[in-house]
């Protein structure tokens, strides 16, 4: 049975073009969610019709397939932003280094490790996104969430078991469509958010196209610094390759394929076990075709 969706849509979009790694074949469906509103009538479409559905942001942290996905793929648009006193209440689809960089800005410490991190506010929670030793689930007072039926759902952060680059939510199915974070007052927020980017800026391939890190640090070891003392700086598979500014992504030199980054993923964890008996973990999220 052909499949109709009744809210504006667009059919066999290169995913490549929403993709940080410009990687990624066509979406069967593609829209734009710009409220909740929007967002839940997508998704109890989606659930009734039984359309594969994938919530979308920057683009990071994601490798689409070459053969792209045979579902629905909403690019989340939801950028509203409430302040109240140290309360900053955002929609998820609000750029997170934006967010770091205005709260900042105006004297509010808590997000400025956000500088930099190529991710939305709902990437950021998803992935509970950190840097220097801070995470989005430090400052996170509660979240909005509209699960894969449509229904509207509430969690404060007491509720939710976040962890290292991980969070409930990559277990669930639906989207984040809020988050409400507490910051405090601090004289030197824009300074140390400055500080985070420079480094950033410095230490990563932050101009080349790569999906951000592509594997977690393993307990008590940096996945970097392992990789790069196995001599896999520059290793290239088709257009992939391993940077050589910062060994733990993987970047896109032109014309790579998903096939590229996951035989270069494959080889790197190989290497790794071999000659130091570590298994390195996959920090991208891949996306099925199906």
């Given at each position: ?8 849509h ?9 993709s ?22 997508m ?39 409430v302040?109240?006193?140290?309360y ?9 280094p ?10 509010w ?8 991190i ?8 998803y ?21 894969e ?32 974070f ?105 996306i099925?075709?199906?």
């Open positions: 049975m052909k499949k109709r969706l009744p809210f504006p667009q059919t066999q979009v290169p995913l490549s073009d929403y940080t790694f410009a990687i990624g074949g066509p979406a069967r469906f593609f829209a734009k969610a710009a409220t909740i509103k929007a967002m839940q009538e998704l109890s479409v989606a659930y009734t019709q039984g359309i594969p559905c994938c919530v979308l942001g920057k683009g990071s942290n994601t490798l689409f397939d070459d053969k792209g996905f045979e579902g629905l793929v909403i690019l989340n648009r939801i950028s509203h932003l302040q109240e006193e140290g900053f209440t955002v929609g998820s689809g609000y750029s997170f934006r967010l770091g960089k205005m709260t900042a800005r105006l004297g410490s808590g997000l400025e490790f956000a500088a930099g190529p991710a939305t506010v709902g990437g950021a929670i992935m509970n996104a950190g840097a220097g030793g801070q995470e989005t689930a430090d400052r996170l007072k509660y979240v909005r969430y509209i699960n039926r449509g229904e509207a759902l509430v969690f404060e952060s007491r509720q939710l078991n976040f962890g290292y680059r991980s969070s409930p939510f990559q277990e669930m199915k639906g989207a984040i469509v809020e988050g409400c507490e910051l405090q007052p601090q004289a030197r927020a824009r300074e140390e958010q400055a500080e985070h980017l420079n480094y950033r800026l410095k230490t990563q391939p932050y101009k080349e196209r790569s999906a951000g890190c592509a594997f977690r640090n393993p307990i008590g070891h940096s996945a970097g610094a392992l990789i790069d003392a196995c001599g896999l700086k520059g290793l290239q598979r088709g257009g992939a390759a391993i940077s050589n500014q910062h060994a733990n992504f993987i970047v896109n030199r032109g014309g790579a394929s998903a096939a590229d980054v996951l035989g270069l993923i494959d080889e790197v964890k190989e290497r790794v076990f071999r000659e130091k008996g570590i298994t390195l973990e996959e920090e991208i999220r891949r099925a075709p199906f």
